[in-house]
């Protein structure tokens, strides 16, 4: 069974760092890319960042660029995004997802979500 | 950037009824346009990926049409566990992704 799990929200200080991680299992983790998606409190869904299977490419939406990080660790079946320059406007749940190999690569499978405050 | 946008942004119904979302891109996006239900404090679950083929386990009463800027999100007779949000995405310009605003399905 896929399972994508995520962790190391929490609460931040405008200008802090948090590091969420994103635990894989049930699948070749090695194969495929992942995201980190987002959704800010009774609002819809934001793409933030892109990692290939290799590492080879990354991509991040602009509103992240320069502050963010995503990597992973295909040994340890785990993603990572590293968040720097915190702003309020940051504040949401963040999930990881994979993308599928189907048509289109859609994200086929979901985490559970860690959310992350930016507050002083 | 490709937008989306969706119609109607919430409506109510019943149990039976047959509910149809609509989703439109900016652009032409081909048939990579996906969508998926989210309910209250969960993740999104795919539900059609392009366009029109059904994810693997979801129910056949929901179906998906559409190709180039205008899509829709066909539910033949709404369940109890079909309440919930809807949102498009497109995959054209993966991995820079983006999703409409959400349909909000609520009970009538």
């Known amino acids: 069974e896929v399972q994508l799990v995520e962790s190391g929200g929490g609460l931040v200080k405008p200008g802090g760092s948090l590091r969420l991680s994103c635990a894989a299992s049930?699948?070749?983790?090695?194969?495929?890319?992942m995201n980190w998606v987002r959704q800010a409190p009774g609002k819809g869904l934001e793409w933030v960042s892109s990692?290939?299977?290799?590492?080879?490419?990354?991509y991040y939406a602009d509103s992240v660029k320069g502050r963010f990080t995503i990597s992973r660790d295909n040994a340890k079946n785990s993603l990572y995004l590293q968040m720097n320059s915190l702003r309020a406007e940051d504040t949401a749940v963040y999930y990881c997802?994979?993308?599928?190999?189907?048509?289109?690569?859609?994200?086929?499978?979901w985490g559970q979500g860690t959310l992350v405050t930016v507050s002083s | 950037d490709i937008q989306m946008t969706q119609s109607p942004s919430s409506l109510s119904a019943s149990v039976g009824d047959r509910v149809t979302i609509t989703c439109r891109a900016s652009?032409?996006?081909?048939?990579?346009l996906n969508w998926y239900q989210q309910k209250p404090g969960k993740a999104p679950k795919l539900l059609i990926y392009?366009?029109?083929s059904l994810q693997s386990g979801v129910p056949s009463r929901f179906s998906g049409s559409g190709s180039g800027t205008d899509f829709t999100l066909t539910i033949s007779s709404l369940q109890p566990e079909d309440f919930a949000t809807y949102y498009c995405q497109q995959s054209y310009s993966t991995p820079r992704i983006t999703f409409g605003p959400g349909t909000k399905v609520d009970i009538k």
């Open positions: 392009a366009a029109s």
């Open positions: 652009q032409s996006i081909s048939s990579y």
């Open positions: 997802a994979r993308d599928g190999i189907l048509t289109g690569y859609p994200l086929d499978y």
């Open positions: 990692i290939s299977s290799s590492s080879s490419y990354i």
């Open positions: 049930g699948f070749t983790f090695s194969s495929y890319s």
